[in-house]
């Protein structure tokens, strides 16, 4: 039974797959990748404050010029009857 074993892992190792199989254990056994940890810090900080950052810029200058929209609109809407009872006073003389 061992030995049938023995030469199914032999024959494996044979086939692509165990080509694989070698490859990811030769990979985690001379493993230094440490580019990825600079490569994840620059992905960090480009999602977390340059695109975050962007877009709440973004937001806070759409609620700014919503104000400001709404207080033209107001203080518009003031001088209109102001001018409009005005002119009504002028026409009566």
Known sequence: ??????????????????GAMVE???????????????????????ICQTLFGGVSQITWSLWILGLALETIAVLSHVLILRVGSKAEREDSF
């Not at 061992?2 to 692509?16: F, R």
């Not at 030769?26 to 620059?42: A, K, L, S």
């Open 1 to 18: 039974d061992i030995i049938t074993t023995k030469d199914l892992l032999v024959n494996l190792a044979e086939t692509s797959v165990g």
């Open 24 to 46: 990811v254990e030769d990979f985690f056994c001379h493993m230094n990748v440490t580019f990825i940890e600079g490569r994840y810090t620059q992905v960090q900080s480009h």
